[in-house]
């Protein structure tokens, strides 16, 4: 499932792609924005996630998410590389497509706080709270408390309407994520066992990224969340020796859920790259 946000200007197609746990309604000021400023914008849905169908083998390894983004991607521009926006797991998701696909395939990246080390307590942190509640919420108003306690840096909502766009309703009542828990079962194992453990599993992943991260050939820019406990400086500083060529800017106040967390601010780092590095097609 998709949003495309159409623009009639001949400015390259911008891709959102969305964390773990979200769907595509995350990003839905933002690419009004870029749209107002001449793109055409489509955020879509991950597999299991928000109304994208969940996979019936309950397997969710990045190779399917990679190819569905190549296959995306071919969709809606074909005849010239868009640029491609991911958080978290969006990008992690953009990180391996550079080792599956020709490094061309974008205008321009823009990695929103993930890189490929990340901190593994702050990790571990993020894949604790997916992995709690799996059988729902009583009510709307239990999950927002849980979300507020969560991330403390966003006022609860007085109003928990919003909630519908990542919570559904069983048929017994109950509130559940709209995303298939089998999405943390079948990936995120190396964050919920042994320490020592996954900890020699977790470096085995990140060189994996690290080597996707290597070939990234298009203009780049790391937003990172200053308050982040999943992006440090120091992976900051591992990415930029990766990626020689890219900018990196840190939004002020925010954590891990950058865009959620000062929406204007990301959205306007975006905006400015964008406008700055890629060309628009003749």
């Known amino acids: 499932m998709a949003d495309c946000y159409r623009h009639a200007a001949t400015r390259p197609v911008v891709l959102l792609l969305h964390g773990g746990g979200q769907s595509r309604h995350a990003w839905a000021t933002t690419a009004r924005r870029l749209h107002s400023h001449g793109y055409t914008v489509v955020a879509y849905d991950t597999r299991g996630h928000g ?13 399917r998410f990679v190819s569905d983004l190549i296959s995306i991607r071919g969709h809606v521009s074909a005849d010239s590389p868009p640029a491609v926006v991911g ?57 927002a408390d849980i979300i507020a306690e969560y991330n403390p840096r966003r006022a609860r909502p007085e109003n928990v309407d919003g909630l519908h766009k990542v ?19 079948s990936n995120f194992d190396v964050l919920q066992g042994n ?5 020699e599993e977790f470096d085995a992943i990140s060189g994996f990224l690290a080597e996707g991260a290597r070939r990234i050939i298009a203009p780049t ?33 925010t954590g891990h859920m950058v865009a959620g967390d000062n929406n204007d601010a990301f959205t306007a780092a975006v905006t400015d790259f964008l406008d700055r590095t890629i060309r628009t097609p003749t």
């Open 195 to 199: 320490l020592m453990t996954s900890s």
């Open 167 to 185: 919570l559904r309703q069983r048929s017994d009542g109950r509130w559940i994520w709209r995303w298939d828990p089998a999405f943390i079962s």
């Open 221 to 253: 820019l790391l937003i990172r969340g200053a308050l982040s406990d999943v992006v440090s400086q120091e992976t900051v500083s591992e990415f930029l020796q990766l990626v020689p060529h890219a900018e990196t800017t840190d939004v002020t106040g």
């Open 87 to 143: 958080a978290s797991l969006g990008g992690l998701i953009i990180l391996a497509t550079h080792l599956l696909a020709p490094p061309d395939l974008w205008a321009a990246v823009v990695l929103v706080d993930i890189t490929p080390r990340i901190e593994f307590h702050g990790a571990r942190r993020v894949v604790s709270f997916m992995a709690a509640h799996p059988d729902g919420f009583d009510t709307l108003n239990d999950a």
């Open 51 to 63: 109304d994208s169908d969940w996979d019936p083998s309950g397997q969710y390894g990045v190779e």
